[in-house]
């Protein structure tokens, strides 16, 4: 089993429309949760950083449940520029701060 | 500030010759890390390093060596290229706490013919 799976994806959907990710992690030792965006061909850059009682940033919420070790991404409105790549990352307890990826769920806003 | 920088951005290489990956970093950051990523793939961690002279292995270090004698400075080596090492690397670099952001490098796209 992975580590951290993500919907497989692609995610095709029209401007303004509102789309989730799911992602789901094996390791109960798992310490902080990010989503990373990442553009075709380029480096991966934080989104946002996944906290216990959820978080919002404009358009982007996140969530976290522990108990069922299941995190979540929401985008409202969606606009063209929000195609990319999401990747869902957590760190495990102690490691060093190693990220642990997930394959990525490609989003595709299309006009 | 530059961030984490990378060269060169493209390689190719010839089945057993051998390279070294740079990465360079001006943000002060003690920790730095080796991402490899496959098509389609998330990134998977080849080596890391929490401060100069110390590095330890990642999830898929065989084919590869680092060092780290610069606190800015940590090279990846591939020595004996194969087909399998063609992907595209990342350098990163962060605060080394599990809660801090890491800052990725541009890239490097290799290919192994």
């Known amino acids: 089993r992975k580590e951290v799976e993500q919907d497989p994806g692609p995610f095709n959907v029209p401007e303004g429309a509102t789309v989730a990710f799911n992602c789901t992690y094996s390791?109960?030792?798992?310490?902080?949760f990010f989503w990373y965006r990442q553009d075709c061909r380029k480096e991966p850059k934080l989104l946002m950083s996944?906290?216990?009682s959820g978080n919002e940033d404009g358009r982007f919420t996140a969530q976290l449940n522990r108990a069922s070790q299941y995190i979540s991404l929401l985008i409202r409105d969606s606009k063209l520029s929000d195609s990319a790549t999401y990747l869902c990352?957590?760190?495990?307890?102690?490691?060093?701060?190693?990220?642990?990826f997930g394959q990525g769920t490609e989003l595709s806003v299309k006009p | 500030n530059a961030g984490v920088t990378q060269t060169p951005k493209f390689r190719i290489l010839k089945i057993g010759q051998s390279m070294t990956l740079q990465c360079a970093q001006d943000?002060?950051?003690?920790?730095m890390y080796w991402y490899r990523q496959d098509p389609g793939m998330g990134l998977k961690l080849i080596y890391y390093?929490?401060?100069?002279?110390?590095?330890d292995k990642g999830e898929v270090p065989n084919g590869y060596n680092v060092s780290r004698s610069t606190t800015e400075d940590f090279p990846l080596r591939l020595e004996l290229a194969a087909p399998s090492q063609t992907s595209v690397y990342f350098c990163?670099?962060?605060?080394?706490?599990?809660?801090?952001?890491?800052?990725f490098g541009p890239g490097t796209r290799l290919t192994v013919l």
């Open positions: 990163a670099s962060g605060a080394g706490s599990a809660y801090n952001e890491q800052f």
């Open positions: 390791n109960s030792a798992s310490q902080s």
């Open positions: 996944v906290y216990s």
């Open positions: 990352v957590v760190t495990i307890y102690n490691q060093g701060g190693k990220l642990i």
């Open positions: 943000m002060n950051h003690n920790y």
């Open positions: 390093s929490v401060g100069a002279g110390i590095t």
